[in-house]
């Protein structure tokens, strides 16, 4: 996208400082009112944004930047320390029980992506720790949700425990359970229906579903592409669910994916993976430094970060 | 009302200061209208106000909704809605898009809608790459009472498309709504796709099809502008479908798109089953974007 890097634009913002030689309040402020334009373009939440450009205001008005001979590659490394930070870390993995299966459970709005991602999660347990996944279809609402899980299952090899659609999530996923301790499953992978979180009865369906599988993981599932309501859906899945992780979806479009932040900001759960095109490989660690420099639009930073 | 809900917002300000314009523009960024739009807005909106001298609630409401609504509709431009054409059956619609934006349940909804309006209509699953796709397309055919063409598993969805027009010509049926793969905007092999598509229905039909619509997922943010520009450099889109807004998301984006590019929402997606489809209407989609302070 048509997007001038930050980096660039706070440099822009800052220029002829030098010839001015102090900085001054006001020079920081439109320093970071380039940043807030960028992070707002990007879809990180407004509210996020107020908290996030309040805590480089702080550190910006601090002796590392106001003494500093080049105050603009400063305030950038600033900005991507503390986004790096929010970020959190990279690598984290799934949670594993002590004794066979670790069930995961996967969660969000409709179309993000889960029953893919469902698949994508079975394909790399396989690829890693030789895993023997159980597939769970607990999706009885959208048409063919179970079909699509179960081309999934047989692409993979891996076996699909299903009722069809007359049976409650409930009783599907209480059934999948045992026959995963009848098989010996080391891993069991439920899909759920996509739901709004505002959605009552639907999110106490996920409620019972967590109740009777006891999930290791409660994965929510998210798109990338999300605007600003990203912060108010995590919010309310998290509220709802207590969710371990996320995964984010459709990275391999060209969006900033802001959302990244919110969620990160507004759950403080860590994200996990990401997914990164519709082949069931298509899901790679997160790393937090890429995201941020890809929220900001600087693929250009480092290099200037190295200058400085 | 759109009235009454308004004098509730203007109900919770007591003075019309600077702070007003500031949550207001807080309120359109939140909706997704975007940062540059959002500053237009209330800038144009300020400026308003000055020159009209509102001071009152009152005043200002009028000059809001004038401006929100005058902003986005085209003065002079008759019905927007979704175009038939009788002598030109079966009339065309291709539905365009990125992955699980809801194309396929659009296409199950809307072809429900036509039917009880006495057409007749045929479905053409040109998604034969997604798993489980077709299935759910005759699903939703087999739920609506109409016939769906399909392919052999992993046909060129060419193919499929070009079987569909012709049996839909010979069958003489008013309406063709063809459903295809979600593609990102940036996977150049996938938009080539779809040209194909585009140019198969044309060797056939050379004016059609009748409606190209991009089915635009509403929680989606400003990466909307981008789908936008990309599907219409491809297949020149005629409308937007924008759906999921019986969520938490107001689809902001739209009123940029309509600046920028003059394209029309035409229908909005408000929920999963067959009725959930509607017409836009603009008033209310000026209202949704005030959800959060009303
Ligand atoms: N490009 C791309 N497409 C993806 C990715 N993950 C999923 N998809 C596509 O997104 C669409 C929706 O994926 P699903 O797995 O059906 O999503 P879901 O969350 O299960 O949807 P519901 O069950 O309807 O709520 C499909 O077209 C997938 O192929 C990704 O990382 N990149
Ligand atoms: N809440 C809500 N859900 C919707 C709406 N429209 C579609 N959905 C849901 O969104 C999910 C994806 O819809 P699909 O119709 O499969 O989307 P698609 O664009 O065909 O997806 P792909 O073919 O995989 O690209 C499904 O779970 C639908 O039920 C809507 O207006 N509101
Ligand atoms: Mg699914
Ligand atoms: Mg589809």
């Known amino acids: 996208m048509a997007f001038e890097g930050l980096s660039e634009r706070i440099q822009n913002a800052l220029s002829g400082l030098r010839k001015k030689g102090k900085v001054t309040q006001t020079d920081i402020n439109q320093a970071t009112r380039e940043i807030r334009l960028a992070l707002l373009e990007a879809d990180v939440n407004f509210k996020v944004v107020k908290e996030f450009i309040a805590k480089i205001k702080e550190r910006a008005l601090g002796s590392e930047v106001l003494d500093s001979l080049t105050p603009g590659q400063q305030i950038i490394k600033i900005v991507n320390e503390e986004l790096t930070q929010m970020m959190g870390e990279s690598a984290v993995a799934l949670n594993k029980s002590d004794k066979i299966p670790t069930v995961i459970m996967m969660v969000g709005l409709q179309g993000t992506g889960k029953t893919t991602t469902a698949g994508k999660l079975a394909n790399r347990l396989m690829a890693e720790q030789k895993a023997r996944p159980l597939l769970i279809a607990a999706d009885i609402y959208r048409p063919a949700a179970v079909d699509q899980l179960k081309v999934i299952g047989n692409q993979l090899e891996v076996p699909v425990y299903e009722e069809g659609v007359n049976n409650s999530a409930e009783d599907i996923v209480r059934h999948g359970m045992q026959q995963a301790k009848e098989n010996k499953n080391d891993y069991v992978i439920i899909d759920t229906a996509g739901r709004l979180e505002i959605d009552e009865s639907l999110m106490d369906e996920l409620k019972n579903v967590k109740e009777i599988a006891q999930p290791d993981n409660i994965v929510l599932v998210a798109d990338a592409m999300t605007g600003q309501a990203a912060a108010t859906v995590a919010d309310g899945f998290n509220q709802a669910l207590d969710i371990t992780g996320v995964i984010l979806t459709k990275l391999d479009g060209d969006t900033r994916g802001g959302a990244a932040l919110s969620i990160r900001s507004i759950t403080n759960k860590p994200i996990l993976y990401v997914g990164e095109g519709e082949k069931l490989s298509d899901l790679d660690i997160f790393h937090p430094d890429r995201m941020s420099n890809r929220i900001l639009g600087m693929g250009d930073m480092m290099s200037l970060i190295e200058k400085a | ?294």
């Open chain 2, 1 to 294: 009302s759109f009235g009454d809900k308004l004098n509730a917002f203007f109900a919770n300000f007591r003075r019309i200061d600077e702070d007003f314009f500031d949550d207001l523009e807080d309120l359109l960024i939140e909706s997704d209208v975007g940062y540059e739009t959002s500053m237009n807005l209330v800038e144009a909106l300020r400026d308003e106000a000055k020159l009209k001298n509102a001071k009152s609630k009152q005043a200002l409401k009028e000059v809001i909704v004038e401006k929100l609504v005058g902003l986005y509709e085209n003065p002079g431009e008759e019905d927007e809605g979704l175009t038939y054409n009788e002598a030109n059956k079966p009339n065309i619609y291709l539905f365009v898009g990125v992955n699980g934006s809801g194309k396929t349940t659009t296409v199950g909804k809307l072809a429900a809608q036509l039917r009880s309006q006495g057409k007749s209509v045929m479905l053409v699953a040109a998604d034969t790459f997604r798993a489980g796709a077709v299935q759910q397309l005759v699903q939703w055919g087999e739920r609506v009472g109409v016939n769906v063409v399909t392919g052999p598993e992993k046909a060129d969805p060419a193919s499929v498309v070009f079987e569909g027009v012709k049996r839909a010509y010979d069958q003489e049926v008013d309406y063709l709504l063809i459903d295809t793969a979600g593609r990102l905007q940036n996977k150049v092999n996938l938009m080539n796709e779809l040209d194909k598509i585009k140019r198969t229905i044309q060797k056939t039909f050379k004016d059609q099809p009748e409606e190209t619509l991009l089915v635009l997922d509403g929680s989606t943010g400003q990466n909307a502008m981008s789908q936008a520009k990309e599907f219409n450099q491809v297949t020149q889109i005629s409308g937007i479908v924008l759906t999921k807004l019986d969520g938490s998301s107001r689809g902001g984006i739209v009123i940029a798109i309509r600046n920028e590019m003059n394209i029309p929402v035409k229908l909005v997606g408000l929920g999963e089953q067959v009725g959930d489809l509607a017409p836009f209407d603009t008033e209310k989609f000026a209202l949704g974007l005030f959800k959060g302070l009303i």
